[in-house]
């Protein structure tokens, strides 16, 4: 099975809580509170989140977190990004010299391709877009075929 890991799962949660409050300052408590996650769990992704600049945080008395940019602006590959580094459903998908076989290898070109679609589909998506009721299926299909026909041009 192909999955993010459960943070990354986690740090979605965390920015789409945010991005709700997006004129506001959110303290730590109040994103675990809000999110039911635990407090040192939601402290170490707004750590990482904040070192990718997706967040940022402010000290004092009424100090906390709120996005670094607009939530339309903040994709979803960003955040996975932030929290598992390149988004790569191989290694040779994301970087050349990575298996001694490369140049003998009859997939890696369908691999790309596919970890192009992968990269598209998430960069497609807004933390906007997470926030907002579910979209259709169908709005989804049309993305993705979109993004599918743009990799085969």
Same mark, same amino acid.
């Given at each position: 099975?192909l999955?993010?890991?459960?943070?990354?799962?986690y740090?979605?949660?965390?920015?789409?809580?945010?991005a709700?409050?997006?004129?506001?300052v959110l303290?730590t408590?109040?994103?675990?509170?809000?999110?039911?996650?635990?407090?040192p769990?939601?402290?170490?992704?707004?750590?990482?989140? @904040?070192?990718? *600049?997706l967040?940022?945080?402010?000290?004092?008395v009424?100090? #906390?977190?709120?996005? +670094?940019?607009p939530a339309d602006t903040?994709n979803?590959a960003?955040?996975?990004e932030a929290?598992?580094?390149?988004i790569?459903?191989t290694e040779?998908?994301?970087t050349?010299?990575q298996?001694?076989r490369?140049?003998?290898c @009859?997939?890696? *070109?369908s691999?790309?391709?596919?970890?192009h679609v992968l990269d #598209?589909a998430?960069r +497609?998506m807004?933390?906007a877009?997470?926030?907002r009721p579910?979209?259709?299926?169908t709005?989804?299909?049309?993305?993705i075929?979109?993004?599918k026909?743009?990799?085969?041009a």
């Amino acid at each position: 099975m192909l999955r993010v890991s459960r943070l990354t799962d986690y740090a979605a949660v965390v920015m789409t809580c945010i991005a709700a409050h997006s004129d506001d300052v959110l303290s730590t408590a109040q994103i675990a509170s809000e999110t039911h996650l635990e407090l040192p769990t939601v402290s170490k992704l707004l750590k990482s989140l @904040g070192h990718a *600049g997706l967040v940022e945080s402010f000290r004092g008395v009424n100090g #906390g977190y709120r996005l +670094a940019r607009p939530a339309d602006t903040i994709n979803l590959a960003e955040i996975v990004e932030a929290m598992e580094g390149p988004i790569g459903m191989t290694e040779c998908g994301t970087t050349e010299g990575q298996c001694d076989r490369e140049a003998q290898c @009859g997939v890696r *070109g369908s691999w790309q391709r596919i970890n192009h679609v992968l990269d #598209g589909a998430l960069r +497609a998506m807004s933390l906007a877009d997470m926030v907002r009721p579910h979209m259709p299926a169908t709005v989804v299909s049309v993305a993705i075929s979109s993004l599918k026909s743009r990799t085969n041009a």
